[in-house]
């Protein structure tokens, strides 16, 4: 079986000159050890960057700017976390959000149209609808982009080719990971990061949807006059609940890429630090556990991990993860980060003759599983320390980036 998205007109990219980690690093100590009064000036500029990103956006799309006034108004129980959604849709296997849309500028000069979802800024997320995740203040340094501001438009330092086709061919009928051949259907040059620092120093989670080279791949549909796009969400488990709502938006490293339908990014892959997941650590990555093996036979509702989304032309692989963004706890101790550090999980070789493979729906479950033998590190990830935070399970030294939309209350499939 051959799953192929659509292609996308080609272009290339031009690469610019590489990034300064230097003053990103500069631009974040600043942040956490300046007085009083220059923290004042910096949060300032963030909110005016903030009000003038939005005021552009409004007075292209002829859409009010994000205000608790304007937002709409979902149902408690759909736990909507993203504030500035426009629609967001719990379809079983077909869930999608609609979000605003921004215009910036290419290092081209040519128009880009992108995303925001989260930001390492309380007050900014409060202002603009969007998760907090502290933890991204850490992405300042090689694996972001600064950024400019002027008048409202952000320009970016690096772009992404949205042209190359998106190609995913199962192993085998047994065994369809690892995949027989896998290319993403989007990669970004060298510049390209969707760790965004603004001038002020916030850390702004970003991704293009649309340039002049086509569309990203979890694009259902986009209106460029009314700036709005929707976009595919991912199932996922957490806490024992189904329903874990996420984007991918981008990757570090092409295999993931490729099965996730999101942009290969290699500046990511930059971003520290992998295995380290408390709060305490220096870190901008939260681990979580996708699973590589497990039941693919979507009948039993048990269906889950890598083999069974390949084998299942590209469905939810269902992962595993920890926590819930908690938008209204400003504390930097705030866990949540949209970039996710994987630690790949597999049943054992006993566990799968024995029948016992099932979804996986909680880090408490799968740290029982683990120590009952039945789970381990998946044989892809590399000889690293086990991380505590994710079952001893070791790192898979990947980085997905998925912003956190919804975990709404529904009975499980």
Same mark, same amino acid.
């Given at each position: 079986?051959?799953?192929? @998205?659509?292609?996308?007109?080609?272009?290339?990219?031009?690469?610019?000159?590489?990034?300064?980690?230097?003053?990103?690093? *500069?631009?974040?100590?600043?942040?956490?050890?300046?007085?009083?009064?220059?923290? &004042?000036?910096?949060?300032?500029?963030?909110?005016?960057?903030?009000?003038?990103?939005?005021?552009?956006?409004?007075?292209?799309?002829?859409?009010?700017?994000?205000?608790?006034a304007?937002?709409?108004?979902?149902?408690?129980?759909?736990?909507?976390?993203?504030?500035?959604?426009?629609?967001?849709?719990f379809?079983?296997?077909?869930?999608?959000?609609?979000?605003?849309?921004?215009?910036?500028?290419?290092?081209?000069?040519?128009?880009?149209?992108?995303?925001?979802?989260?930001? +390492?800024?309380?007050?900014?997320?409060?202002?603009?609808?969007?998760?907090?995740?502290?933890?991204?203040?850490?992405?300042?340094?090689?694996g972001?982009q600064?950024?400019?501001?002027?008048?409202?438009?952000?320009?970016?330092?690096?772009?992404v080719?949205?042209?190359?086709?998106?190609?995913?061919?199962p192993?085998?009928?047994?065994?369809?990971f690892?995949?027989?051949?896998?290319?993403?259907?989007?990669?970004?040059?060298?510049?390209?990061?969707?760790?965004?620092?603004?001038?002020s120093?916030?850390?702004?989670?970003?991704?293009?949807?649309?340039?002049?080279?086509?569309?990203?791949?979890?694009?259902?549909?986009?209106?460029?006059?009314?700036?709005?796009?929707?976009?595919?969400?991912?199932?996922?488990?957490?806490?024992?609940?189904?329903?874990?709502?996420?984007?991918?938006?981008?990757?570090?490293?092409?295999?993931?890429?490729?099965?996730?339908?999101g942009?290969?990014?290699?500046?990511? *892959?930059?971003?520290?630090g992998? !295995?380290? @997941?408390?709060?305490?650590?220096?870190s901008?990555?939260?681990?979580?556990?996708?699973?590589?093996? !497990?039941?693919?036979? &979507?009948?039993?509702?048990?269906?889950?991990?890598?083999?069974? +989304?390949?084998?299942?032309?590209?469905?939810?692989?269902?992962?595993?993860?920890?926590?819930?963004?908690?938008?209204?706890?400003?504390?930097?101790?705030?866990?949540?980060?949209?970039?996710?550090?994987?630690?790949v999980?597999?049943?054992?070789?006993?566990?799968?003759?024995? !029948?016992?493979?099932?979804?996986?729906?909680?880090?408490?479950?799968?740290?029982?599983?683990?120590?009952?033998?039945?789970?381990?590190?998946?044989?892809?990830?590399?000889?690293?320390?086990?991380?505590?935070?994710?079952?001893?399970?070791?790192?898979?030294?990947?980085?997905?980036?998925?912003?956190?939309?919804?975990?709404?209350?529904?009975?499980?499939?």
């Amino acid at each position: 079986m051959n799953i192929v @998205s659509r292609r996308n007109t080609s272009r290339r990219i031009a690469t610019n000159r590489a990034l300064s980690a230097t003053v990103a690093c *500069a631009l974040a100590a600043a942040s956490s050890a300046a007085p009083a009064s220059a923290q &004042t000036a910096t949060m300032q500029t963030a909110m005016q960057d903030a009000d003038a990103l939005g005021t552009v956006a409004a007075r292209e799309s002829g859409r009010p700017a994000y205000s608790p006034a304007t937002a709409v108004k979902f149902k408690a129980s759909d736990n909507v976390f993203v504030k500035s959604a426009l629609e967001v849709n719990f379809t079983y296997r077909a869930a999608f959000v609609t979000l605003p849309l921004f215009r910036g500028l290419s290092p081209q000069n040519e128009a880009v149209y992108y995303i925001i979802t989260d930001t +390492s800024d309380f007050d900014v997320a409060r202002r603009m609808g969007l998760n907090y995740a502290p933890k991204m203040r850490y992405a300042a340094g090689d694996g972001a982009q600064l950024v400019a501001i002027n008048d409202g438009v952000m320009r970016f330092r690096g772009n992404v080719d949205f042209a190359p086709e998106h190609v995913v061919i199962p192993g085998s009928t047994m065994m369809p990971f690892p995949p027989r051949m896998a290319k993403a259907g989007a990669v970004s040059d060298a510049e390209w990061s969707s760790m965004v620092v603004l001038p002020s120093g916030v850390v702004l989670n970003v991704q293009i949807m649309h340039n002049a080279s086509g569309t990203h791949d979890r694009v259902k549909s986009i209106d460029l006059q009314k700036r709005t796009v929707t976009l595919s969400l991912l199932d996922g488990f957490q806490g024992g609940k189904q329903y874990y709502y996420h984007l991918v938006t981008d990757v570090s490293e092409a295999l993931p890429a490729a099965l996730e339908n999101g942009v290969h990014t290699p500046r990511l *892959a930059k971003v520290p630090g992998y !295995g380290q @997941s408390r709060p305490a650590d220096h870190s901008a990555l939260l681990g979580f556990s996708p699973v590589l093996n !497990g039941i693919t036979d &979507t009948k039993t509702h048990q269906d889950q991990g890598f083999a069974a +989304s390949i084998a299942n032309a590209g469905i939810d692989p269902i992962n595993v993860f920890p926590i819930d963004p908690d938008n209204d706890n400003r504390s930097l101790s705030n866990n949540y980060s949209p970039l996710w550090d994987a630690h790949v999980s597999m049943w054992t070789p006993q566990a799968m003759k024995a !029948g016992k493979a099932r979804r996986i729906t909680s880090f408490d479950d799968l740290e029982s599983l683990v120590k009952a033998g039945m789970v381990t590190s998946a044989m892809i990830n590399p000889p690293a320390p086990g991380n505590t935070y994710v079952a001893g399970l070791r790192p898979t030294r990947a980085i997905i980036n998925c912003p956190v939309i919804a975990q709404p209350n529904l009975a499980p499939q």
